[in-house]
């Protein structure tokens, strides 16, 4: 079955650093990847995402290559800031009629410090 | 601003309780899901409903049933409230059939069963 693998957290930066946050995932087809983040005390919310191979999703200076070949879509942003402290989730759709049922990952938990 | 509303953010229920956890989308989508937050597990899906009075189990039916009565609501019924229930629930809404992907969340209802 289909099933996304994020890298475990929790993750700590000081603003301004550089954020990876690794997303590897299976599945058959061609499904399409996305990335959701969930702020404190608020339901999820899409960040970005990417439907075929070597698209590059981007949306608040985050940005994140599906990598067909690597089965990756890892999450990066050059300059965090505080604000950006949030749960975030990797998630694909399976290809064909999915009803825009997605599978999760487990979650990665970032917290920026000024 | 398109909404996905949940009646309850926060219910204490008993062991054995039937419980009822109801949500409205004003999108107009065809889309409804059910999915529960849990530490470390990510979102995993229980039910979710791509027309009215249709329904699909997802990843971890047992345990809940659902309604969809009418286009915009979405019921999660648990018959009888048990401690392993205890979580954060989470409903979204979707366009049309597809692989968009884009859910939109409402912000969620956290259940403790005693």
């Known amino acids: 079955g289909n099933s996304v693998t994020q890298m475990e957290g929790p993750v700590t930066l000081s603003e301004e650093a550089f954020l990876t946050i690794n997303c590897t995932y299976t599945a058959t087809g061609y499904p399409s990847l996305f990335w959701y983040v969930q702020y404190p005390g608020e339901g999820l919310q899409l960040l970005l995402k990417?439907?075929?191979?070597?698209d590059k999703g981007s949306n608040k200076g985050f940005e994140a290559t599906y990598r067909k070949e690597t089965t990756s879509f890892h999450l990066e942003k050059g300059s965090v800031q505080v604000s950006d402290s949030a749960v975030y989730f990797c998630?694909?759709?399976?290809?064909?009629?999915?009803?825009?049922?997605?599978?999760f990952g487990q979650g990665t938990i970032l917290t920026v410090h000024p | 601003d398109v909404k996905v509303t949940q009646s309850s953010r926060y219910l204490v229920k008993r062991t054995g309780e039937k419980v009822f956890l109801e949500c409205v989308q004003d999108?107009?989508?065809?889309?409804m899901f059910w999915y529960r937050q849990d530490p470390g597990l990510g979102l995993r899906l229980i039910y979710f409903?791509?027309?009215?009075?249709?329904?699909e189990k997802g990843d971890i039916p047992e345990g809940y049933s659902v309604s969809r009565e009418k286009k915009e609501r979405f019921s999660l019924i648990l018959e009888s409230a048990s401690t392993n229930q205890t979580s954060m629930y989470l409903c979204?809404?979707?366009?049309?059939?597809?692989?968009?992907?884009?859910?939109?969340f409402g912000e969620g209802s956290r259940l403790t069963v005693l």
């Open positions: 990417a439907t075929k191979a070597d």
């Open positions: 979204a809404s979707s366009r049309g059939a597809g692989r968009t992907g884009e859910l939109f």
């Open positions: 999108m107009d989508h065809e889309n």
């Open positions: 998630a694909l759709a399976a290809g064909g009629t999915s009803y825009g049922k997605l599978t």
């Open positions: 409903s791509y027309d009215v009075k249709m329904k």
